[in-house]
């Protein structure tokens, strides 16, 4: 019994081994594989560690670190836009059942303070057909305002508002007659309504001509790259010193938004314009005293110049002699004088003849080339103020 016994117990301890070893042979790789991850772990946590550094660990820039370009612009800015304010109009309609008068948003855009009496500069486009005007000045008050005086042909208005002196900051004035191609342009204005905006560009070109909304052409206008857009009309623009060179009035896009191409009317203009809507509410023009044929009448004979059909009685051009457009007896049209010229300047078309006048005024006496029956001929007349 004692052999058989004995043969057991060796069976049972075999089993017992080969148990025990397959339970060590699976548990080893998972001891190792959690040895791996735990270094693993402790390495990539040591790798990571400098990419945690708190915002307020980190180096910073110092703030004063502008350019001296930079800090210009700024100050450019800061120092012109109390003088920009923002303007809206609008219509009144009156309903035709309550007959309650209803106010009714018209369109917005951009404007300047002139001088301390409250006056406002903007396009006249921005006003035109509108029953109401509101200005809001930098400090963001709002002002009632009055038209003023308005120059459709050369699209420009002005406005007043009652406002204490004090919070008045009238823009610097300057010149446009020795303005540069290349040099730089700053405009700030209300573009879409979002209002103190700056751009900035060059002057592109000098010696533009664009349409006034009267259909009369305004000539020497300053050609921008600066961005103006809808809005952005009556807005300064300004040279590197912070001085009114032009008011923005129109761009050319395809779009409708800023390319690139925008035109401002020359401050030289303004500055003579300004006063007398101020004044007279209108700009005085002298006048000739005639009236002259359509374009189209005069490209259709073939003619160049500005063809008088019609001669005011006791005018300048009556005492003068100049003739009016006639017809003879048999009903057969006898052509009046051909304007060819006025002073020193020549004249191809009635625009000419218009923007001519302009550098006159009432009561100056010039020379008038006519061309009459094939023949060229000068007389002196005295301008007359206009009616």
């Known amino acids: 019994m004692s052999g058989k016994f004995r043969f057991f117990i060796w069976i049972a301890l075999l089993v017992l081994g080969f148990f025990a070893g397959v339970s060590w042979t699976n548990r080893a790789p998972e001891a190792e594989k959690e040895t791996v991850e735990t270094d693993t772990i402790i390495d990539e946590e040591a790798v990571s560690k400098p990419a945690t550094t708190l915002p307020h660990q980190r180096a910073t820039t110092p703030s004063n670190g502008l350019t001296p370009q930079e800090l210009a612009n700024i100050r450019l800015f800061e120092n012109a836009a109390p003088s920009v304010c923002f303007i809206t109009t609008s219509n009144v309609r009156t309903d035709y059942f309550t007959r309650n008068s209803m106010e009714i948003p018209r369109g917005s855009g951009s404007g300047f303070v002139w001088d301390d009496k409250g006056h406002i500069i903007t396009n006249y486009h921005v006003i035109q057909g509108a029953d109401r005007a509101t200005v809001t000045l930098s400090d963001r008050s709002t002002w009632q305002a009055v038209l003023v005086g308005k120059a459709p042909e050369k699209d420009l208005a002005v406005l007043r508002i009652e406002v204490p002196a004090d919070q008045l900051y009238p823009i610097p004035v300057g010149t446009s007659e020795d303005l540069r191609v290349g040099q730089s342009v700053y405009a700030i204005g209300n573009p879409f309504g979002l209002d103190q905006t700056l751009t900035t560009g060059i002057v592109s070109a000098l010696g533009r001509e664009i349409e006034s909304v009267a259909g009369i052409p305004i000539r020497d206008v300053i050609q921008t790259d600066a961005a103006i857009n809808p ?22 896009s395809p779009s409708g938004a800023s390319a690139g191409i925008g035109f401002s009317i020359p401050v030289d203009v303004v500055s003579w314009v300004v006063p007398e809507l101020i004044e007279y509410g209108m700009v005085k023009r002298p006048s000739m005293g005639v009236e002259l044929a359509r374009p189209q009448i005069v490209s259709r004979l073939g003619l160049e110049g500005a063809l008088v059909i019609d001669v005011i009685e006791n005018s300048g051009a009556d005492a003068a002699g100049i003739r009016p457009t006639m017809r003879d007896r048999r009903g057969a049209i006898i052509l009046g004088d051909l304007i060819v010229g006025m002073g020193n300047e020549p004249i191809t078309s009635n625009n000419d003849l218009i923007l001519a006048l302009e550098k006159y005024e009432p009561g100056d006496i010039v020379k008038i080339r006519l061309r009459r029956d094939d023949q060229e001929i000068e007389v002196d007349l005295q301008l007359d103020s206009a009616r």
């Open 231 to 252: 809005g952005n009309s009556g807005g300064p623009l300004l040279d590197s010193s912070g001085r009114l060179i032009g008011v923005n009035t129109a761009i050319y």
